[in-house]
């Protein structure tokens, strides 16, 4: 059946495609994952396998490949299903770090730039800062600003979640000090000053981080990464503080003295961070966070937590920037995670990419620069991703994702909490919302082990932190698929 299943998909896969375009609309609405493999396929002994390894080899002549776990055949995979070249069809719970939305091919997707103007659109890409498109207002109006968090009605577009984060710190300095200028223009000191680098127009301003966080690899994002030494080491770095995010003991219904405790604990290291840099003449200008520190480990804080932290912001006249770029998009069950903490204010600032196929940030009229190019790039985002992104919009809404996430949801964290009753010794701490779960094994060296063997047994899943299992499965992953997931888990648990 297995390699029945490998020999027909792609031929089944092209006629499915070919049927809905005929059908036309309400077959490709009904469409869910009826293309995929009853269940992974695994025809190799290691993957990767030899025809990966062959092209690991070949890039490794003119690129790095160290980060390189296989190669993929994406004319293959469907669904939940990622195909490698050798053959092999992974239950993807991992998603290209978590960025695919509807999994792989999604019919819908598939026909988008079959529309001439669309494609029009992906083939003249413009510099969207000087020579955006007659369509590009009525486009962020009707697709972006329609998702914007609750209270932000500005928005900024970028290409990645780096470049994302990179730029908000700077519309978070500019309007730190627009605040102390107030109307007045630029001082000639400061016009000066600033072209070598030094205050005044070089201002020693600060952006609050926590440790565990990950915010990205360019230069200014890279001071408020601290997930993994290899990011950083031999790169210099800004003296901007950093914080201790809250490491909770669970359950967490069994700890909830503790771990207030460990709230107020950080918190005060908030306030009392932000008073020390103000001393040190580098105040802080902003706070970034993520709803859930994924890389460093999928580490949660509680609402009150978030919602006390706003308060410390206010209380300085500190922005608050919420780092969604792993987090929005859906997968938490609410499209952004930041609506779980039920936060008196909007954030300042939210930041996205992955399942938003562009990247960017919201934000209120009082981040968007006055003059011109203070924020700014050639390519300013892409509007043939966000064309992809309102088809994307319009399939969650149609059959009905954010509902499918709870539900999957529920059976995939109910069952790796059964797995750590039944494998105390190996698993603990299963933790998350919605589909975007996490567990953490007994040691680094175990949790390696269970990610590298769950892959031989037909599952792509990825670890975080030192001993974490992360789980980002597309939005369209449903209930028949965790137990897929948590039957192979099951048996992984078994062989160690």
């Excluded at 080899?57 to 993929?72: E, I």
Aim: charged share 20%.
């Amino acid at each position: 059946m297995s390699s029945f299943l490998v020999n027909v998909l792609p031929k089944a896969h092209t006629y499915a495609r070919s049927k809905c375009s005929i059908y036309g609309v309400n077959c490709m609405k009904a469409y869910s994952t009826n293309w995929e493999p009853k269940e992974p396929i695994v025809r190799t002994k290691t993957i990767p396998g030899p025809k990966s390894a062959e092209l690991k080899s070949q890039l490794s002549a003119v690129q790095s490949t160290g980060t390189v776990q296989f190669f993929a055949d994406y004319e293959k995979s469907t669904g939940n299903y990622i195909f490698d070249v050798d053959g092999n069809a992974l239950l993807d719970v991992y998603t290209q770090i978590s960025s695919v939305p509807l999994g792989y091919n999604h019919p819908r997707l598939l026909n988008i730039f079959k529309d001439e103007n669309n494609l029009k659109t992906l083939i003249n890409r413009p510099a969207l800062g000087v020579f955006p498109g007659k369509e590009w207002p009525d486009k962020l109006n009707s697709i972006l600003l329609n998702i914007a968090p609750k209270g932000l009605n500005k928005i900024t577009t970028m290409m990645c979640g780096s470049c994302s984060n990179e730029n908000a710190f700077k519309s978070i300095f500019l309007w730190y000090q627009t605040k102390i200028r107030g109307e007045k223009g630029f001082t000639a000191e400061e016009m000066n000053s600033c072209m070598i680098n030094m205050p005044p127009g070089a201002p020693n301003l600060s952006i609050l981080s926590f440790k565990g966080a990950f915010h990205g690899r360019t230069l200014g994002a890279l001071s408020t990464t601290h997930s993994k030494y290899i990011h950083k080491i031999d790169v210099p770095s800004f003296d901007w503080p950093i914080a201790s995010f809250p490491q909770y003991k669970y359950p967490l219904e069994d700890n909830v003295a503790e771990n207030k405790k460990e709230d107020e604990k950080c918190l005060s290291e908030v306030q009392s961070l932000i008073e020390e840099y103000k001393k040190k003449d580098k105040p802080v200008a902003g706070v970034i966070v993520e709803p859930i520190q994924s890389e460093g480990g999928d580490n949660e804080a509680s609402p009150a937590f978030f919602r006390a932290l706003q308060k410390i912001c206010k209380s300085n006249g500190v922005a608050l920037l919420i780092d969604e770029v792993q987090t929005g998009g859906g997968s938490t069950g609410k499209f952004w995670c930041h609506e779980h903490f039920n936060l008196e204010y909007p954030p300042d600032v939210v930041t996205f990419s992955k399942k938003l196929q562009l990247g960017g940030y919201f934000h209120n009229d009082d981040f968007a620069p006055k003059e011109p190019y203070r924020i700014f790039n050639t390519w300013m985002g892409d509007p043939g991703k966000v064309i992809l992104l309102e088809e994307i919009l319009k399939v969650i809404k149609d059959e009905k994702l954010m509902a499918n996430v709870e539900a999957a949801g529920k059976v995939l964290k109910q069952g790796l909490l059964n797995l750590e009753s039944e494998f105390p010794q190996l698993l603990n701490s299963t933790r998350g919302r919605g589909t975007f779960l996490a567990v953490n094994c007994s040691n680094s060296k175990v949790r390696d082990s269970i990610v590298s063997t769950l892959r031989l047994n037909g599952i792509q899943t990825g670890g975080c932190g030192e001993v974490s299992i992360r789980f980002r499965p597309a939005l369209i992953f449903k209930e028949a698929h965790a137990n897929i997931v948590l039957d192979r888990f099951r048996n992984v648990l078994r062989s160690l």
